[in-house]
């Protein structure tokens, strides 16, 4: 079974609107942490924000939050405040604590367009 | 802090040569990840490593990759022999700890086609 998985192959957005990305997890381990990660066109991967399936509250990292929903098991990350740089591709990923020595597991990602 | 090196940027072989990829994780970081990203897909775990000694190697295709991580800190990844399918951009990337909270720093990716 899929564990990450991401429904939207694309998202266009318009710029200084908000957008959210969508991420559903699949796992039994009752210790992991979600991540999402940037890849803009030029191919490095760059680490957005955390969330640990103990905290309370959401992540929020500047422009970045995370809409985290643990009996949903969803992750969505929402970027506020869009901007041209924010075109990418978007990937969200998990770790599992106890059952696989923290194994990172990705989804398919999202491209983001974001629109002037 | 230096981030993850990789090398080399940029690779052309032909189908049933031989290819290795080079990685020099964070200075201090245990775990050592190789990744392969096939265009338009996310990456796919080949192999983990904590320290010098293998935690996963469950998806890496033995009977043609193998990788090892010499004394905990470099690692070299070597397909042998490649195949078109192989055409891929490998990512290495490390972690301070394997734990739930520790995100992974990754290198530029080595690109690779098969011909």
């Known amino acids: 079974a899929q564990k990450i998985t991401q429904t939207q192959p694309g998202m266009f957005v318009q710029e200084k609107e908000a957008v959210t990305l969508d991420c559903t997890y699949d796992t039994s381990d009752p210790s992991y942490g979600l991540f999402w990660y940037k890849q803009p066109s030029s191919g490095e991967m760059i680490f957005l924000i955390y969330?640990?399936?103990?905290?309370?509250q959401n992540a929020t990292e500047g422009r970045y939050s995370l809409n985290f929903q643990k009996a949903r098991k969803s992750a969505n990350l929402v970027i506020s405040a869009s901007q041209l740089g924010d075109s990418a591709m978007y990937f969200c990923a998990m770790r599992e604590g106890n059952t696989n020595a923290g194994k990172s597991t990705f989804g398919d990602g999202t491209t983001l367009t974001v629109k002037p | 802090e230096a981030g993850v090196a990789q090398s080399p940027r940029y690779k052309i072989i032909e189908k049933r040569q031989s290819v290795a990829f080079w990685c020099n994780p964070i200075?201090?970081?245990?775990?050592l990840y190789w990744y392969q990203q096939i265009l338009g897909q996310g990456p796919k775990l080949l192999i983990q490593f904590q320290n010098n000694g293998v935690v996963d190697d469950s998806q890496l295709p033995k009977d043609r990759f193998s990788a090892e991580r010499l004394k905990g800190v470099d690692s070299t990844l070597k397909i042998q022999p490649a195949k078109l399918e192989d055409s891929a951009v490998y990512l290495c990337?490390?972690?301070?700890?394997?734990?739930?909270?520790?995100?992974?720093?990754f290198g530029n990716g080595t690109r690779l086609t098969v011909t």
């Open positions: 990337a490390s972690s301070l700890a394997p734990g739930t909270n520790s995100p992974l720093h």
């Open positions: 969330q640990g399936s103990y905290d309370q």
């Open positions: 200075s201090g970081h245990a775990t």
